[in-house]
């Protein structure tokens, strides 16, 4: 999929000139990885083999999607940053295989707190489905749930800033102009501000509140209005260093 999204040099990929415009053995191996992941989720849905089994896979999509569509995500991240900077240096290689080292490993926890949220919690609880028992919530304690899902979601951003933060830090290397480099580094805020949101909710799933599981859940809500008003905030001297270079 990489080969046939390859732009050509010089084009600009979201305000950054291409850079990278072959496919390395690192995006290759990642690539592979995230399909695994993916393949993982789908191994773990029992093929249906009655009617009511049917239905229960059909309610069960809606968390497999969510986990999907991350992975999804994840992966067009990865390609658009290895497009713009077309980095292969041994700390990009460092933070990569840390970066997939943490999606092989929350992928299912990732899925198994997908399920209980969107399942039992917000399908079953809040608008009355009734919902198929896949999970044994037998002694389910959701604080750490939520702890183990804040800190893989806040893992996988942070090794993005990190990839985005060597591509600053690279400018000359690379030789970005003043825009891209702005540019460069807003992408290092907007993926702390995610990053950082995750683990500040963490403190509020243990309040001492039956509230504090829909507090800290909740919370994570404020990923949008924090990188709206991180942007709001930043991308006006970005937008004014692209417009003094194309005067």
Same mark, same amino acid.
């Given at each position: @999929?990489? $080969?046939? @999204?390859?732009?050509?040099?010089?084009?600009?990929?979201q +305000?950054?000139?291409v $850079?990278? !415009?072959? *496919?390395?053995r690192?995006?290759?191996?990642?690539?592979?990885? !995230?399909?695994?992941?993916?393949?993982?989720?789908?191994?773990?849905?029992?093929?249906?083999?009655?009617?009511?089994?049917?239905?229960?896979? @059909?309610?069960?999509?809606?968390?497999?999607?969510?986990?999907?569509m991350?992975?999804m995500?994840?992966? &067009?991240?990865?390609? $658009?940053?290895?497009?713009?900077? +077309?980095l292969?240096? +041994?700390? #990009?290689? =460092?933070?990569?295989?840390?970066? @997939?080292?943490v999606?092989?490993l929350? #992928?299912?926890?990732?899925?198994?707190?997908?399920?209980?949220?969107?399942? &039992?919690?917000f399908l079953?609880?809040?608008?009355?489905?009734?919902?198929?028992?896949?999970?044994? $919530?037998?002694?389910?304690?959701?604080? #750490? =749930?939520?702890? !183990?899902y804040a800190?893989?979601?806040?893992?996988?951003? %942070?090794?993005?800033?990190?990839l985005?933060? !060597?591509?600053s830090?690279?400018?000359?290397?690379?030789?970005?102009?003043? &825009?891209?480099?702005?540019?460069?580094? %807003?992408?290092? +805020?907007?993926?702390? #501000?995610?990053?950082v *949101?995750? =683990? %500040?909710?963490?403190p509020?799933?243990?309040?001492?509140?039956?509230?504090?599981?829909m507090?800290?859940?909740?919370?994570?809500?404020?990923?949008?209005?924090?990188?709206s =008003?991180?942007a709001?905030?930043?991308?006006?001297? *970005?937008k004014? %260093?692209?417009?003094?270079?194309?005067?």
């Amino acid at each position: @999929m990489r $080969r046939h @999204m390859l732009t050509h040099e010089n084009e600009e990929m979201q +305000g950054i000139r291409v $850079r990278g !415009i072959e *496919v390395t053995r690192l995006e290759g191996l990642t690539d592979a990885m !995230i399909g695994f992941s993916i393949t993982l989720l789908i191994v773990s849905l029992e093929p249906p083999t009655s009617y009511d089994q049917l239905v229960k896979l @059909m309610l069960s999509f809606p968390a497999f999607g969510v986990t999907f569509m991350l992975m999804m995500f994840i992966w &067009y991240w990865h390609y $658009r940053f290895f497009r713009q900077y +077309g980095l292969n240096t +041994g700390k #990009v290689i =460092l933070v990569n295989a840390i970066l @997939m080292f943490v999606v092989l490993l929350f #992928v299912f926890p990732l899925k198994f707190f997908a399920t209980v949220v969107i399942d &039992y919690i917000f399908l079953e609880h809040w608008f009355g489905f009734d919902m198929p028992d896949q999970l044994d $919530r037998t002694g389910l304690n959701y604080p #750490v =749930l939520h702890t !183990i899902y804040a800190t893989g979601f806040a893992a996988v951003f %942070l090794c993005f800033t990190w990839l985005y933060r !060597i591509a600053s830090d690279a400018a000359e290397q690379l030789e970005l102009t003043a &825009y891209e480099l702005a540019n460069t580094k %807003l992408h290092v +805020g907007m993926y702390s #501000v995610v990053a950082v *949101v995750p =683990l %500040l909710t963490i403190p509020l799933v243990w309040l001492p509140t039956q509230y504090a599981p829909m507090i800290a859940g909740m919370s994570n809500f404020l990923i949008w209005p924090a990188t709206s =008003l991180y942007a709001r905030i930043n991308l006006p001297k *970005v937008k004014a %260093l692209r417009a003094e270079e194309g005067a």
